[in-house]
Protein backbone atom coordinates (compact mmCIF):
# COMPACT_ATOMS: atom_id res chain seq x y z
CA UNK A 1 0.00 0.00 0.00
CA UNK A 2 1.38 3.60 -1.20
CA UNK A 3 2.21 6.24 1.33
CA UNK A 4 -0.76 8.73 1.45
CA UNK A 5 0.46 12.42 0.58
CA UNK A 6 -3.40 13.97 0.96
CA UNK A 7 -2.19 15.55 3.91
CA UNK A 8 0.09 17.70 2.13
CA UNK A 9 -2.26 18.38 -0.62
CA UNK A 10 -4.87 19.60 2.01
CA UNK A 11 -2.41 21.93 3.63
CA UNK A 12 -1.95 23.53 -0.21
CA UNK A 13 -5.26 23.95 0.05
CA UNK A 14 -5.63 25.61 3.04
CA UNK A 15 -3.16 28.14 2.42
CA UNK A 16 -4.69 28.94 -0.58
CA UNK A 17 -7.88 30.08 1.10
CA UNK A 18 -5.47 31.89 3.09
CA UNK A 19 -3.98 33.52 0.74
CA UNK A 20 -6.77 34.71 -1.15
CA UNK A 21 -9.03 37.07 0.53
CA UNK A 22 -12.47 37.56 -1.68
CA UNK A 23 -13.83 40.59 -0.20
CA UNK A 24 -10.47 42.20 -0.10
CA UNK A 25 -9.74 41.02 -4.12
CA UNK A 26 -13.76 42.62 -4.31
CA UNK A 27 -13.10 46.07 -2.14
CA UNK A 28 -9.90 46.50 -4.79
CA UNK A 29 -12.11 45.96 -7.89
CA UNK A 30 -14.40 48.61 -6.53
CA UNK A 31 -11.75 50.62 -5.66
CA UNK A 32 -10.10 50.71 -9.19
CA UNK A 33 -13.38 50.63 -10.93
CA UNK A 34 -14.09 54.34 -8.43
CA UNK A 35 -10.71 55.76 -9.69
CA UNK A 36 -11.53 54.86 -13.27
CA UNK A 37 -14.69 56.39 -13.12
CA UNK A 38 -13.22 59.74 -11.15
CA UNK A 39 -10.87 60.01 -14.11
CA UNK A 40 -13.28 59.66 -16.59
CA UNK A 41 -15.26 62.78 -14.60
CA UNK A 42 -11.44 64.75 -14.60
CA UNK A 43 -11.96 64.24 -18.30
CA UNK A 44 -15.26 65.15 -19.60
CA UNK A 45 -15.35 68.51 -16.99
CA UNK A 46 -11.76 69.09 -19.22
CA UNK A 47 -12.97 68.76 -22.43
CA UNK A 48 -15.92 70.45 -21.71
CA UNK A 49 -14.23 73.71 -20.51
CA UNK A 50 -11.22 73.52 -22.82
CA UNK A 51 -11.44 74.21 -26.58
CA UNK A 52 -8.59 72.39 -27.14
CA UNK A 53 -8.85 69.41 -24.91
CA UNK A 54 -12.48 69.10 -27.02
CA UNK A 55 -10.78 68.66 -30.59
CA UNK A 56 -7.91 66.08 -28.88
CA UNK A 57 -11.44 64.12 -27.99
CA UNK A 58 -12.95 64.17 -31.03
CA UNK A 59 -9.08 63.69 -32.78
CA UNK A 60 -9.01 60.33 -30.21
CA UNK A 61 -12.75 59.19 -30.90
CA UNK A 62 -11.70 59.44 -34.88
CA UNK A 63 -9.08 56.91 -34.41
CA UNK A 64 -11.61 54.78 -32.08
CA UNK A 65 -14.83 54.84 -33.82
CA UNK A 66 -16.08 51.33 -32.11
CA UNK A 67 -15.30 52.54 -28.53
CA UNK A 68 -18.22 54.33 -25.89
CA UNK A 69 -17.53 57.80 -25.07
CA UNK A 70 -16.19 56.95 -21.48
CA UNK A 71 -13.74 54.53 -22.81
CA UNK A 72 -12.43 57.19 -25.26
CA UNK A 73 -12.03 59.64 -22.24
CA UNK A 74 -10.12 57.28 -20.58
CA UNK A 75 -7.89 56.52 -22.90
CA UNK A 76 -7.11 59.97 -23.86
CA UNK A 77 -5.73 60.62 -20.28
CA UNK A 78 -3.65 57.29 -20.06
CA UNK A 79 -1.90 57.37 -23.28
CA UNK A 80 -3.62 60.67 -25.81
CA UNK A 81 -1.32 59.50 -28.85
CA UNK A 82 -2.92 56.13 -28.81
CA UNK A 83 -3.34 54.50 -32.43
CA UNK A 84 -4.34 50.92 -32.21
CA UNK A 85 -5.13 49.24 -29.07
CA UNK A 86 -5.80 45.22 -28.10
CA UNK A 87 -5.87 43.37 -25.28
CA UNK A 88 -3.45 40.89 -24.24
CA UNK A 89 -5.37 38.01 -25.73
CA UNK A 90 -5.82 40.16 -28.78
CA UNK A 91 -2.20 41.06 -29.42
CA UNK A 92 -1.05 37.18 -28.86
CA UNK A 93 -3.82 35.94 -31.51
CA UNK A 94 -1.97 38.19 -33.81
CA UNK A 95 1.31 36.87 -32.83
CA UNK A 96 2.45 40.06 -31.20
CA UNK A 97 3.88 40.57 -27.70
CA UNK A 98 3.63 43.25 -24.94
CA UNK A 99 6.91 45.10 -24.20
CA UNK A 100 8.46 44.46 -20.72
CA UNK A 101 7.29 46.75 -17.91
CA UNK A 102 4.35 48.46 -20.37
CA UNK A 103 1.30 49.43 -18.22
CA UNK A 104 -1.61 48.47 -19.57
CA UNK A 105 -4.63 51.35 -20.48
CA UNK A 106 -7.59 50.78 -18.48
CA UNK A 107 -11.04 51.02 -19.73
CA UNK A 108 -14.24 50.10 -18.43
CA UNK A 109 -16.63 46.91 -19.98
CA UNK A 110 -20.05 46.55 -19.59
CA UNK A 111 -20.71 43.49 -17.39
CA UNK A 112 -24.06 41.96 -15.57
CA UNK A 113 -27.00 43.92 -15.65
CA UNK A 114 -28.51 44.46 -11.79
CA UNK A 115 -31.60 46.25 -10.10
CA UNK A 116 -31.21 48.48 -7.49
CA UNK A 117 -32.71 49.13 -4.28
CA UNK A 118 -35.03 51.61 -5.52
CA UNK A 119 -36.38 49.30 -8.24
CA UNK A 120 -34.00 50.79 -11.32
CA UNK A 121 -31.90 48.90 -12.92
CA UNK A 122 -27.78 50.00 -13.69
CA UNK A 123 -25.01 47.68 -15.24
CA UNK A 124 -21.67 46.85 -13.73
CA UNK A 125 -18.63 47.40 -14.83
CA UNK A 126 -15.44 45.57 -15.24
CA UNK A 127 -12.04 46.64 -15.50
CA UNK A 128 -9.94 45.78 -18.84
CA UNK A 129 -6.72 46.31 -20.06
CA UNK A 130 -5.66 47.22 -23.25
CA UNK A 131 -2.38 48.12 -24.66
CA UNK A 132 -1.35 50.93 -27.78
CA UNK A 133 0.72 49.13 -30.89
CA UNK A 134 3.66 51.73 -29.51
CA UNK A 135 4.08 49.17 -26.77
CA UNK A 136 4.30 46.31 -28.40
CA UNK A 137 7.25 44.09 -30.41
CA UNK A 138 5.06 44.71 -33.28
CA UNK A 139 6.45 46.34 -36.62
CA UNK A 140 5.21 49.29 -37.99
CA UNK A 141 2.03 48.47 -39.68
CA UNK A 142 2.15 49.75 -43.67
CA UNK A 143 -0.82 52.61 -43.78
CA UNK A 144 -4.18 50.87 -44.74
CA UNK A 145 -4.74 51.61 -48.30
CA UNK A 146 -7.61 54.24 -48.92
CA UNK A 147 -9.88 54.35 -50.69
CA UNK A 148 -10.06 56.63 -54.42
CA UNK A 149 -11.75 59.74 -53.45
CA UNK A 150 -14.50 59.07 -56.51
CA UNK A 151 -15.84 56.00 -54.80
CA UNK A 152 -15.61 57.95 -51.28
CA UNK A 153 -17.69 60.94 -52.62
CA UNK A 154 -20.19 58.54 -54.78
CA UNK A 155 -20.67 56.54 -51.33
CA UNK A 156 -21.23 59.55 -49.58
CA UNK A 157 -24.27 60.77 -51.92
CA UNK A 158 -25.56 57.15 -52.20
CA UNK A 159 -28.48 56.24 -50.31
CA UNK A 160 -28.33 59.27 -48.14
CA UNK A 161 -31.49 59.48 -45.35
CA UNK A 162 -32.94 62.23 -47.34
CA UNK A 163 -32.96 63.05 -51.16
CA UNK A 164 -30.13 65.45 -52.41
CA UNK A 165 -30.83 68.14 -55.39
CA UNK A 166 -28.89 70.05 -57.37
CA UNK A 167 -28.66 73.81 -57.19
CA UNK A 168 -26.59 77.01 -58.99
CA UNK A 169 -26.36 78.70 -55.92
CA UNK A 170 -27.64 78.80 -52.21
CA UNK A 171 -28.89 81.79 -49.97
CA UNK A 172 -25.48 81.79 -48.02
CA UNK A 173 -22.81 82.05 -50.44
CA UNK A 174 -20.28 80.09 -48.03
CA UNK A 175 -22.40 77.21 -47.94
CA UNK A 176 -21.72 74.45 -50.21
CA UNK A 177 -24.86 72.66 -48.83
CA UNK A 178 -27.91 72.76 -47.22
CA UNK A 179 -30.41 70.45 -45.07
CA UNK A 180 -34.26 71.65 -45.43
CA UNK A 181 -36.19 69.99 -42.64
CA UNK A 182 -39.25 71.66 -43.95
CA UNK A 183 -39.01 70.18 -47.45
CA UNK A 184 -36.67 66.80 -46.21
CA UNK A 185 -33.81 67.19 -48.80
CA UNK A 186 -30.13 68.15 -49.17
CA UNK A 187 -29.52 71.24 -51.51
CA UNK A 188 -26.27 70.64 -52.88
CA UNK A 189 -24.21 73.75 -55.05
CA UNK A 190 -22.84 72.70 -58.38
CA UNK A 191 -19.27 73.09 -59.42
CA UNK A 192 -17.83 72.10 -55.83
CA UNK A 193 -14.36 71.00 -55.54
CA UNK A 194 -13.69 67.24 -54.22
CA UNK A 195 -13.17 68.67 -50.59
CA UNK A 196 -15.88 71.02 -50.37
CA UNK A 197 -18.24 68.45 -51.47
CA UNK A 198 -16.81 66.26 -48.50
CA UNK A 199 -16.66 69.05 -45.81
CA UNK A 200 -20.02 70.58 -46.38
CA UNK A 201 -21.98 67.51 -47.31
CA UNK A 202 -20.98 66.01 -44.21
CA UNK A 203 -22.15 68.39 -41.94
CA UNK A 204 -25.77 68.40 -43.59
CA UNK A 205 -25.98 64.49 -43.66
CA UNK A 206 -25.46 64.93 -39.67
CA UNK A 207 -28.39 67.42 -39.62
CA UNK A 208 -30.39 64.92 -41.62
CA UNK A 209 -29.37 61.93 -39.79
CA UNK A 210 -30.14 64.19 -36.41
CA UNK A 211 -33.67 65.36 -37.66
CA UNK A 212 -34.89 61.46 -38.74
CA UNK A 213 -38.15 60.73 -37.34
CA UNK A 214 -38.90 64.24 -36.46
CA UNK A 215 -42.35 65.80 -37.83
CA UNK A 216 -41.72 68.42 -40.55
CA UNK A 217 -40.73 71.79 -38.73
CA UNK A 218 -40.32 70.33 -35.69
CA UNK A 219 -36.30 70.18 -36.21
CA UNK A 220 -34.25 73.35 -34.36
CA UNK A 221 -31.42 73.39 -37.09
CA UNK A 222 -29.57 75.73 -34.38
CA UNK A 223 -29.68 73.88 -31.37
CA UNK A 224 -28.02 71.04 -33.65
CA UNK A 225 -25.20 73.06 -35.58
CA UNK A 226 -22.56 72.21 -32.78
CA UNK A 227 -23.17 68.51 -33.19
CA UNK A 228 -23.28 68.30 -36.67
CA UNK A 229 -20.01 70.49 -36.79
CA UNK A 230 -18.43 67.77 -34.52
CA UNK A 231 -19.36 65.27 -36.63
CA UNK A 232 -18.16 66.47 -39.91
CA UNK A 233 -15.02 67.47 -38.19
CA UNK A 234 -14.13 63.93 -36.81
CA UNK A 235 -14.99 62.38 -40.73
CA UNK A 236 -12.95 64.89 -42.38
CA UNK A 237 -10.22 63.48 -39.52
CA UNK A 238 -11.15 60.00 -40.84
CA UNK A 239 -10.79 60.18 -44.54
CA UNK A 240 -7.91 62.74 -44.58
CA UNK A 241 -9.50 66.05 -45.67
CA UNK A 242 -8.55 69.73 -44.47
CA UNK A 243 -9.96 70.51 -41.12
CA UNK A 244 -8.27 73.89 -41.12
CA UNK A 245 -11.71 75.27 -41.23
CA UNK A 246 -13.13 73.63 -37.83
CA UNK A 247 -12.38 75.98 -35.28
CA UNK A 248 -13.28 75.17 -31.07
CA UNK A 249 -11.80 78.25 -28.80
CA UNK A 250 -14.91 78.64 -28.23
CA UNK A 251 -17.38 76.08 -26.70
CA UNK A 252 -21.29 76.24 -26.38
CA UNK A 253 -22.38 78.12 -23.09
CA UNK A 254 -24.64 75.05 -22.08
CA UNK A 255 -21.61 73.30 -21.53
CA UNK A 256 -20.66 75.23 -18.02
CA UNK A 257 -24.14 74.53 -16.46
CA UNK A 258 -24.79 70.70 -17.60
CA UNK A 259 -24.04 67.58 -16.05
CA UNK A 260 -20.96 65.46 -16.71
CA UNK A 261 -23.20 62.42 -17.37
CA UNK A 262 -25.16 64.93 -19.93
CA UNK A 263 -22.10 66.02 -21.88
CA UNK A 264 -21.24 62.12 -22.33
CA UNK A 265 -24.77 61.61 -23.75
CA UNK A 266 -23.85 64.62 -26.01
CA UNK A 267 -20.56 63.42 -26.85
CA UNK A 268 -22.21 59.61 -27.78
CA UNK A 269 -24.56 61.50 -29.78
CA UNK A 270 -22.27 63.04 -31.83
CA UNK A 271 -19.96 59.31 -32.63
CA UNK A 272 -23.60 57.81 -33.23
CA UNK A 273 -23.98 60.10 -36.21
CA UNK A 274 -20.32 60.25 -37.29
CA UNK A 275 -20.30 56.48 -37.27
CA UNK A 276 -23.49 55.92 -38.54
CA UNK A 277 -22.59 58.04 -41.88
CA UNK A 278 -19.01 56.00 -42.00
CA UNK A 279 -20.83 52.82 -41.86
CA UNK A 280 -22.79 53.53 -44.59
CA UNK A 281 -19.66 55.16 -46.71
CA UNK A 282 -17.78 51.39 -45.87
CA UNK A 283 -20.59 49.91 -46.76
CA UNK A 284 -21.10 51.07 -50.15
CA UNK A 285 -17.48 51.17 -50.73
CA UNK A 286 -17.24 47.51 -50.03
CA UNK A 287 -19.78 46.27 -52.27
CA UNK A 288 -18.95 48.56 -55.46
CA UNK A 289 -15.87 46.47 -54.64
CA UNK A 290 -17.00 43.01 -54.43
CA UNK A 291 -18.81 44.29 -57.45
CA UNK A 292 -16.13 45.09 -59.45
CA UNK A 293 -13.82 41.56 -58.72
CA UNK A 294 -16.73 39.56 -59.48
CA UNK A 295 -16.80 41.24 -63.12
CA UNK A 296 -12.96 41.03 -63.44
CA UNK A 297 -13.24 36.95 -62.17
CA UNK A 298 -16.17 36.25 -64.89
Known sequence: MGINYDDIL????????QEFDVEAWAEK???????LFALRD?????????????????????????????????IMAQRPNAT??????????????????ETGIRILEPGKEYQREDGTYGTSYNIKKVFDIAQTKAKK??????????????ALVTRTPVPLQMVQELEDPQMGALFDSNQNRIFVKKGMGAEDIFCSMTQELAHAELAMGMDVGEYAREENAFRAYCVSYMLCRQYGYSTDQFHFEELPG????????????????IRDVA????????????????????????
Open 141 to 154: PSLPQKPEERSVLK
Open 29 to 35: KKTEREE
Open 84 to 101: RLKDFEGWKENRVSIRRN
Open 254 to 269: EFADTELQDIRAELEV
Open 42 to 74: KMTSEVSTDGSKFKQYLDTQSRFRKYSTGNVLL
Open 275 to 298: ENITNRISRIISQERNQKETEQTR
Open 10 to 17: ASAEQAGR
